[in-house]
Each structure stands twice: as C-alpha cells, then as structure tokens.
C-alpha cells in the first residue's frame, strides 16, 4: 500500500485541543461496513447500539505523567518523554535539547528531582538515572506532565494556552485506569464514563479487560513511501484468562466482541494468533487481514499517513467493505463536513459488518 493513499483533507480547525464538556456527549459516527452506510449518534447512546450478549473489551492500561520538562545546570532546557523502566533507577527516554552528553544532569521543579544521563540508547533515546532514587512512578508523578500529542501541545503553545492542566490529568485517562505504564491514551476509551458503563451493563452488554500500554510509537507518522515498510513500533500486553473466556463464551452465544480502541484490537489479534496472553505486540494491521477475535472497532478519528487509519481501513474491509480505505475515506469526508472532532481529544467511529 502506498503511503500517500493514507491522506484524507482536514481542515485544521476541526482538531480538537481539549476534551468534550462531558466524556459521553462526544458524537459517534456508526459505519456499517457491508452495506457502505453510516448514522450520526452520540456517544452515551452506546447502550441502544450494542446488543444484549454483546462484550466489550477495555484498556484498562494508565497513562503515566510520562512527558519530561527539564532544564540543565547551565540552563539550557531538555523536553523529552519517559519510556519504560530498565531496572536499577534507570529508565529509558527520549529527549531533545542541545549538548546533551552522558553525565549531564537534568533538573526538574526546580532542582527537586535530578536525573543523569548515561549513554545514548539510539536517536533521540537516552538511558538516564534517577539520581535521588525517589521511584519512577514517584518522580513522574511529583515532576512530570501529562504526555499530551505533540500536536495538541504546539498548537495550544502557539495559542499561548497552557500545554498541561489539571483537567488534562484527569481527562486524558480513562475512568477504569489501572495498570500504570501508558505514555499515550487510549483514546477512544476516553469518552466512556460511569453513567454509560451503568447503562451497558443494564442492556445486558458485558465487559471485559486487556492491558496494551500504549507507546511512543503511536504517535509516528509513516514516512516510508510503502506503509508495509514502515518499522512497526512494539508495545507491551497481556489479556487475564477470564477476557479470554469471556470472549469464547460470547462467541458460543451468538454475541460480538468490540474491541474499545485500536489498543485492544492489536492485543487481542496477536493473542488469538500466537496464544501469548503477555509480552510484546509488533502487530502489524494491514487492508486483507484476517480478524479473528474482534467483531466489531471502536475507534476514534485518526491522523493521515498512520498505521491505525491503515488498521481501521483493514477492518472496514474485513467486516464487508468492498474497499476499506474507500469507505474509510468517505466515512471521514463525511465526518468533516459535519465538523467533527478529530483525533485524541476527538469523537469516536464505531466500525461494524
């Protein structure tokens, strides 16, 4: 697939910078894909869509405070990201500013916190030391911000708008979020709250949890000119016993499984693929794959040139379209000339056969 088939126009005005006034009144376009339709609906009517004896299955991954605003002893300022912990006070992160060098000491509120840095680890990656030994998960969550898209945060720097607020701690987080280790949301998951879950469970629609901790790679965009060629990123997972029964239950039933997000869509076809409950995930999802385990996608508008928009046209096909990525385009034109929300702070498409 060519790169350049994943564009679609959007007008810039239409990307949302900050949530909805409330999770649930996001607007939700339903696309049936083998009859090439769709309907406009909001998405607290979740419950009147789905069907009794319908699963859906939830990210329930937390988003740490993963985004590094630092400065150097000499002043200079670093931005970077958290990654993943590496055992030992080290971490692993990626980090922009000048002159960066191993044994450079980053600062952070303050002086507060200190982190040193070690070795590069790769472009832009560093291995890097909590000096003090306060605890990752303490530091970030005393020191660090709300790891917004970059393209939310330079647009709402550009506006002179605050770049990490306390409604953004709470908002770019899921109601249920448990497992800590996202540095990214799970974006669709957002728009749910405990009215709607209330209501799901009411119409007989059950749920159930994975865990795919969302990384930095979601946020790349395809620079290949062939997508297949695009360096998939890896993402760590693992599905309980009782969502795996859960599902086959469900599917003896006659019910469907909905994949809340992307997220879960890829834990739960590389499980039904490798039998692997927990690990690593470089899933690949492309137009002609063969779903297995998710019935129905839950997702929200996503960015031109992406692995998820590619992902998203290969279950429209999948679940009947004569041509994903032509639905998927239409589906979005439509979106847009409604204004729409679009991407992470966005509203929310539901793909089903």
């Not at 769709?38 to 869509?49: K, N, S, T």
């Not at 979020?177 to 629609?205: I, Q, Y």
């Amino acid at each position: 697939m060519r790169t350049d088939a994943l564009d679609f126009p959007l007008p810039q005005r239409l990307i949302a910078l900050h949530p909805a006034a409330e999770r649930s009144a996001a607007r939700l376009l339903v696309a049936d894909c083998r009859g090439g339709t769709w309907e406009h609906r909001v998405f607290r009517e979740l419950d009147q869509i789905l069907a009794p004896g319908d699963l859906l299955v939830l990210n329930d991954t937390r988003v740490l405070a993963a985004r590094l605003v630092a400065r150097k002893a000499s002043g200079g300022g670093v931005e970077g990201l958290w990654l993943e912990d590496c055992g030992g006070g080290r971490a692993l992160c990626m980090l922009s500013g000048r002159s960066l060098r191993p044994g450079t000491e980053l600062l952070l509120r303050s002086g507060e916190y200190r982190l040193r840095l070690l070795g590069k680890a790769g472009p832009g990656r560093w291995l890097v030391e909590d000096v003090q030994g306060a605890g990752w998960l303490h530091l970030l969550a005393a020191a660090g911000a709300t790891p917004l898209p970059p393209y939310i945060r330079n647009r709402r720097r550009e506006a002179g708008q605050s770049e990490d607020s306390a409604d953004d701690r709470a908002r770019y987080q899921t109601v249920w979020a448990r497992a800590e280790g996202a540095v990214a949301a799970p974006t669709a998951s957002l728009h749910f709250d405990a009215g709607l879950l209330d209501a799901l469970a009411a119409r007989g629609v059950r749920t159930a949890s994975a865990t795919l901790h969302v990384g930095p790679g979601t946020f790349l965009p395809v620079e290949t000119a062939r997508v297949e060629d695009h360096p998939m990123h890896a993402e760590r997972f693992s599905i309980p016993e009782q969502t795996v029964r859960a599902i086959a239950e469900t599917r003896a039933g006659g019910g469907r499984v909905i994949a809340a997000g992307t997220t879960v869509c890829r834990a739960l076809e590389h499980a039904a693929r490798t039998g692997e409950r927990e690990g690593e995930t470089r899933l690949f999802i492309l137009p002609g794959f063969d779903f297995r385990w998710t019935d129905a996608l839950l997702t929200n508008f996503h960015v031109p040139r992406s692995t998820l928009l590619a992902l998203v046209a290969a279950f429209a096909q999948h679940a009947g379209a004569a041509d994903g990525l032509a639905l998927v385009k239409q589906v979005y034109a439509a979106a847009v000339a409604a204004e729409y929300r679009f991407f992470s702070y966005g509203d929310a498409t539901l793909w089903r056969p």
